[in-house]
């Protein structure tokens, strides 16, 4: 294990800042003893919640940031306005070599916009894509692009599919992960024009597994390790996964609540219910990594709890030790 990996944490990003990115970091201490955090935020602010810790105070450090960036604000003036702003300020660390990682549960748009414009892209990365791990049948799949590039080109998708692969094969340690277009039929000729010019590159892909398309509903099956869409597509998969997930739990609960006998059955079934429950969450995965970039910044829901900030962090550790940044740059190969 590399020694002191340090970790900036954006204390004033999400919706419970910051008293949830604090407790975030401070169970990623306890739980990874070679890492640093720096909290990086209004100085008093978090100062006032590092009060209710113990911790060792050599690997926490605080710089200080007095602007916030909201959710609602316009991402690319906000990012060249707020030069003091958390976000800002955090993702210039990474960029300075100051540190290894940034991870924020702040604003998407202002954390795609200063992943680009601050940290940067690796050379040959034409598009840096947004890249959570969502729950399958087999485990974990990475879906690329959710969120960063709307108005992708084949030649983006290829990257994205080629980045994934890396990615699942060193952090997710799948061997050699299988990897599909999202389509809306299994045929080749099949789909729009961004997929029917993507696919035949796809298959010419040396370096990958590539299997094909992927229809929506075979996503949850676990037919694929790396699902590669551009980011409309990918954002609208994410949410009603999420969105599905959580009505069904509500549902199922209902259920087993509504009747005297139903709620004895669910005494019953409920150790077996945990279990299968935990194994489609995504909140152990992490946050989603912003893949292509020099440096690496990890965005986390905005609702987050310490335990999605702790993963994000802890998912970070795995992502500098396995250098993926330095295997993207050595794989990705560009026509000059």
């Known amino acids: 294990m590399r020694e002191n990996i340090k970790i900036v944490v954006d204390a004033m990003g999400g919706d419970f800042a910051p008293e949830v990115p604090v407790q975030g970091a401070m169970d990623a201490l306890r739980e990874n003893t070679g890492i640093t ?26 710089v200080h940031a007095d602007e916030v960036i909201g959710f609602d604000e316009p991402p690319v003036m906000a990012v060249r306005k707020k030069k003091n702003s958390s976000i800002v300020v955090g993702m210039n660390l990474v960029k ?20 680009q414009m601050i940290v940067g892209r690796i050379k040959g990365v034409e598009r840096a894509p947004l890249a959570p791990l969502i729950p399958t049948a087999n485990g974990p799949a990475l879906l690329i692009d959710c969120g960063a590039n709307v108005d992708a080109r084949a030649s983006h998708l290829v990257q994205f599919a080629r980045m994934g692969s890396i990615y699942m094969k060193d952090v997710v340690g799948i061997e050699n992960p299988k990897v599909a277009i999202v389509n809306i039929g299994a045929e080749e000729e099949k789909g729009n024009q961004l997929v029917k010019e993507t696919y035949p590159l796809l298959k010419e892909c040396g370096d990958i597994n590539f299997t094909g398309s992927i229809e929506a509903r075979d996503i949850p099956k676990g037919d694929a390790d790396v699902i590669v869409c551009e980011a409309f597509v990918g954002n609208v998969i994410l949410k009603l996964y999420e969105g599905l ?14 009747t005297f006998r139903s709620k004895i059955g669910a005494l019953l ?47 970070c550790v795995q992502f500098t030790e396995q250098k993926i940044n330095e295997k993207i740059k050595d794989k990705l190969t560009v026509e000059e």
């Open 245 to 258: 997930a959580a009505t069904l739990l509500s549902k199922v609960k209902q259920g087993l609540m509504s």
């Open 96 to 115: 300075h070599g100051e540190a290894d990682a940034f991870v924020s549960a702040g604003s998407t748009g202002a954390i795609l916009v200063g992943g």
């Open 269 to 315: 079934i409920k150790p077996a219910l945990k279990n299968t429950m935990k194994e489609f969450n995504t909140d152990d995965h992490g946050g989603a990594p912003l893949l292509g970039l020099k440096g690496l910044v990890v965005k986390t829901h905005g609702s987050s709890d310490a335990h999605d900030v702790q993963m994000g962090i802890l998912q």
């Open 37 to 62: 955090v720096v909290l990086v935020g209004r100085t008093d602010e978090i100062k006032k919640e590092l009060e209710k810790y113990t911790y060792d105070e050599k690997r926490v450090e605080i």
